[in-house]
């Protein structure tokens, strides 16, 4: 990153957008600024190169052929992966996140490659997982309870280079009592909402990785009262 600005490349609008997850840019550009941090946002049309140059990326949903047509798209390209290599900070969800994995389930069940960037599999699972989701997050992130909205087929096994991002308290996740995974500055997770919106601490968590230092602390009290009511709503 150059020392003044944080560059957030939103990968593929036009296919994978589906579920409003491009708030999470918002968020980060926000959130970015109130602590004097400018940022720039690349809106990355799939026919585009993918820049290497970026700080963050953000991959989000999309229905299963979208998905399949981006994954092809990311491989060729190979400017993501470039990007991976270079310490970039890639905060992908649902469709984005089982494509960063070695390989997905397509729209009949059949196995279609991934980037390979996290360390995960993903194939269709028995029912469709709809609903909140609610988990504590892995300890040495440092980030409160989240709190989300899951909408997939698929589940997702992790491999020995992956972390759970967060165990399950309330919904579906990964299919194995965990929700999302990481590796390194690469983080998955099944939360639409948009994600960010929901878990200021997630979008901070993602901010200190870009910049490589601790923010200062931001008044997130009506976030606050938001991810009461969610868990609120909610067994856990
Ligand atoms: N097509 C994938 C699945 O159903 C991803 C869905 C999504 O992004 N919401 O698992």
Not at 73 to 81: C, E, M, P
Not at 213 to 222: E, Y
Request: net charge negative; charged share 20%; proline share 5%.
């Amino acid at each position: 990153m150059s020392s003044d600005r944080i560059k957030i490349v939103w990968i593929y609008p036009d296919l994978l957008s589906t579920y409003g997850d491009q708030g999470n840019t918002i968020v980060l550009e926000r959130r970015a600024a109130l602590r004097g941090i400018p940022t720039e946002t690349v809106n990355l049309r799939s026919d585009e190169p993918v820049p290497s140059d970026g700080d963050i990326y953000l991959l989000g949903g999309g229905e299963d052929r979208p998905q399949i047509l981006a994954a092809q798209r990311l491989l060729g390209d190979g400017g993501l992966a470039r990007a991976v290599q270079s310490g970039a900070v890639v905060f992908a969800v649902c469709a984005g996140y089982q494509l960063l994995g070695h390989e997905f389930g397509g729209e009949e069940g059949q196995p279609v490659r991934g980037l390979g960037l996290l360390d995960i599999s993903s194939g269709r699972g028995e029912q469709r997982a709809v609903g909140e989701i609610v988990g504590d997050v892995a300890g040495e992130l440092n980030v409160p309870r989240i709190t989300g909205f899951e909408n997939h087929q698929g589940v997702t096994r992790l491999g020995p280079n992956a972390r759970p991002f967060a165990k399950v308290l309330h919904g579906i996740g990964n299919g194995d009592g965990y929700e999302g995974a990481y590796a390194g500055r690469v983080l998955g997770t099944y939360m639409h909402g948009p994600a960010l919106v929901r878990n200021p601490g997630l979008a901070d968590l993602l901010l200190r990785w870009a910049v490589g230092r601790d923010l200062q602390p931001i008044d997130d009290s009506w976030a606050g009262r938001l991810r009461e009511e969610r868990l609120a709503a909610v067994q856990t």
